[in-house]
């Protein structure tokens, strides 16, 4: 199963990817229960963006709906275990 | 229209009542009001005219403030971020409202609420503290007199939460300055209207909200296919504006870009021209604004992303870095005649601090300083500042005296109509007003932004249906030469329209209908109102029935309060009279006669009477809105019904 990786430099910090997580495994919009989690401080300028076990790299979906929202194409699924993932955020 | 009429989905479903006078806390459905509104802005302008008998000003403890986000808010609809504060408007006497992003709303929603109304005054400083369907007032004493940021940082650090988020006031507010802000996340701002100044005059320091619900939507499958459709949208159109990703600001990078040549007045009115070297002093990539542009940011749910994050080191002026510069900030500076890029987004972030409505103080100011050339106040007047076109650190240190009220700055507090009556001589006729707010729009050259600009509800902005033409507004396929009164009233009152819905469902304009790239149309929102909602419309419903209500709402609630009328509608005398002197619109003005005639074409698209500009009651019970018309029938003014050709 791939898991995900976030390149900081396009991500924008929209909390699109958390928002999708959370209806993938809710079938609702549900930030707090989303395997994604999203801050931001207008006045850094800083995006924290963390995924935790709860990914299931969207099975029972057609594509992982976090990557296929990302509009700014910051997210893409990595194998696990790969170098590329060792590294995200 | 005879579908169903039931929200089933997409709302939080409670409206959060506040009674700051009291301490009195209260809940009550939100989903009455939305399925007769669409939610949103109409909602907040329904409990507003039903709620506020005529006569009340905004600062009787009886002014209502309202925040409501958009129905569609918290949910992955693009652009589903927008909240809207309404309020009986400091400059006018009628109806107020100002819009917002940012994560203040969708955690609003996620907390268990659709709208917050705050009734008045508390004889304190208070913060209200608002979680998981519950909320409190707490003392904001440790707060009062902070900046926006200041605030920010304090209220997070003592919480000790960092999913917290924050619409707050700063020392403008506090200090009950007409055009004062109400900010959230320290850099978006609800600017319109003085909604700040009511804040402030609530003692209302801060509204902090902390949600860990969710929120539902009618068809969830529906739902995301809509949903995936607008992204692919979204996606396919981006080209159309494809400037927007590295800020909304950023098309006035291409000096070429025609906005320079249509949006911006020079001189507080004085021109409507500014030739390639300011603009590209101000402008360029090497030491321009551009050039303190670190990053892009979006807000939630928004795959556009829109909102620079800048990094401005010391100069002449203190480091400064935040959110911000925004096209209202390039048609700001140049009314001051200022191409420096420091002190223009000094001006820009430092009002942000503060609290400041960008649009009141360069308005209010840039009049300031044409008085000060004339000879109607001197440096005896002015603390001993030179108001001179050009002088940067002037205006940043009148920025900062409006904010609080010292020497000069107390002439402003209180609104630049006021400050007009206490200098006196003729000084009126150079202030920018509409309906007595400052307005900082062009009138001269782009006709239909004129006309949107002059006929908001809401006195004087451009974002209830002001367009510049195909490239940037106006509904798609209709072919409008910007400067060309024909074919305005049409395209405006469909921006108007189609802004309705937006506002409603809390989806942002840039993703809407707004930028020319028509990331989204009507019939994206129908489909995300059946799907998200639960109810059955169509896209004709939406811009025919749920629109209308929203415009007549507000329309009436100025008929009620204030004796607006027809020529409050028309642009401001001095850009009737005095012609552009420079650049390729040398010798346009605000015509009347045409003018007119776009008033009367924009009347009848409206189905309001011609001659009066007023609303009938054969359209508001089409409408569904009797007891409006009853309302305004009270106050006479209601008209006879409209000629069925219309």
């Known amino acids: 199963m791939g898991r995900i990786s976030r390149d900081a430099a396009l991500c924008y910090g929209c909390r699109t990817c958390q928002l999708v997580c959370s209806f993938h495994l809710t079938g609702c919009f549900w930030p707090e229960e989303s395997s994604i989690q999203v801050s931001r401080r207008p006045q850094t300028g800083v995006v924290r963006w963390s995924i935790d076990e709860r990914c299931d790299g969207c099975v029972s979906e057609q594509e992982c709906l976090c990557v296929a929202h990302c509009a700014y194409g910051a997210l893409k699924t990595v194998d696990a275990g790969s170098a590329e993932e060792a590294d995200r955020e | ?646």
């Open chain 2, 1 to 646: 229209m005879n579908r169903h009429r039931d929200i089933r989905g997409g709302l939080a479903g409670r409206i959060l009542r506040v009674d700051l006078s009291t301490g009195a806390i209260s809940t009550e459905d939100s989903l009455g009001y939305a399925a007769r509104t669409l939610g949103g802005r109409g909602t907040n302008s329904l409990i507003l005219i039903n709620e506020i008998v005529p006569g009340t000003r905004w600062d009787d403890p009886e002014n209502l403030l309202c925040f409501g986000a958009g129905s569609l808010v918290g949910t992955a609809a693009p652009g589903a971020c927008r909240t809207d504060v309404s309020t009986i408007n400091v400059f006018s006497g009628g109806k107020g409202s100002a819009n917002v992003g940012g994560f203040w709303g969708p955690e609003l929603k996620y907390a268990g609420f659709d709208h917050i109304v705050i009734r008045g005054k508390a004889k304190q400083p208070v913060y209200l503290y608002v979680v998981d369907g519950r909320a409190e007032m707490r003392d904001a004493n440790w707060l009062w007199g902070k900046t926006t940021s200041q605030t920010e940082a304090m209220l997070r650090k003592a919480l000790h939460d960092e999913g917290i988020e924050i619409a707050t006031i700063g020392p403008a507010g506090e200090n009950r300055v007409r055009g004062s802000a109400i900010m959230v996340d320290t850099a978006k701002a609800a600017g319109g209207s003085g909604v700040g100044c009511v804040m402030g005059d609530k003692n209302l320091k801060a509204i902090v909200v902390r949600g860990h619900g969710k929120i539902d939507v009618f068809d969830p499958p529906g739902f995301m296919s809509a949903v995936a459709t607008a992204y692919r949208q979204c996606e396919a159109n981006r080209e159309k504006v494809s400037s927007m990703r590295r800020s909304a600001v950023a098309r006035f990078e291409d000096l070429e870009f025609e906005g320079w040549e249509t949006c911006l007045v020079v001189r507080n009115g004085q021109d409507d021209y500014w030739d390639m070297g300011k603009r590209a002093r101000l402008m360029n990539s090497e030491t321009g604004v551009p050039s303190m542009r670190r990053a892009v940011r979006a807000c939630p749910s928004c795959p556009t992303g829109c909102m620079p994050y800048m990094e401005k080191p010391r100069d002449k002026y203190p480091e400064m870095k935040g959110e911000g510069f925004w096209i209202n900030a390039v048609m700001s500076i140049s009314r001051f005649d200022i191409s420096d890029p420091e002190t223009a987004l000094s001006f820009w972030l430092l009002a942000n601090e503060l609290g400041l409505d960008t649009d009141y103080v360069a308005s209010s100011v840039a009049w300031l300083f044409e008085c000060y050339e004339r000879g109607l106040i001197s440096k005896k007047d002015t603390d001993g500042l030179q108001l001179t076109w050009g002088n940067g650190p002037a205006l940043i240190e009148m920025v900062r005296k409006v904010a609080y009220r010292e020497g000069i700055g107390e002439l402003l507090a209180d609104g630049a109509l006021e400050a007009a009556k206490k200098i006196g001589q003729n000084s009126e006729y150079y202030l920018s007003h509409v309906k007595g707010q400052p307005s900082i729009e062009p009138f001269r050259i782009p006709a239909g932004w004129g006309l949107g600009v002059g006929t908001s509800p809401v006195a004087g902005r451009h974002m209830r249906g002001a367009v510049r033409g195909p490239g940037h507004s106006g509904p798609s396929g209709l072919d409008f030469d910007s400067t060309d009164y024909r074919n305005q009233a049409r395209a405006v009152v469909w921006q108007g329209k189609t802004k309705e819905l937006e506002d409603n469902l809390g989806i942002c304009n840039y993703i809407g209908t707004w930028s020319g790239a028509h990331f989204l149309t009507p019939a994206n929102f129908a489909e995300l109102v059946r799907t998200g909602l639960g109810l059955e419309v169509t896209e004709g419903d939406l811009m025919d029935h749920y629109s209308a209500i929203g415009r007549n709402l507000e329309k009436a609630f100025n008929s009620l309060h204030t004796d607006l009328g027809r020529e409050d509608d028309l642009p401001p005398q001095r850009f009737q009279r005095e012609a552009v002197k420079s650049g390729p619109h040398q010798g346009s003005r605000a015509e009347k006669d045409q003018y007119e005639d776009m008033l009367d074409e924009f009347y009848a698209l409206w189905r309001w009477d011609k001659e009066t500009g007023m609303q009938t009651r054969a359209d508001l019970e089409r409408l569904g809105l009797q007891d409006v018309a009853e309302k305004l029938d009270e106050r006479l003014a209601c008209r006879e019904p409209l000629d069925e050709s219309l």
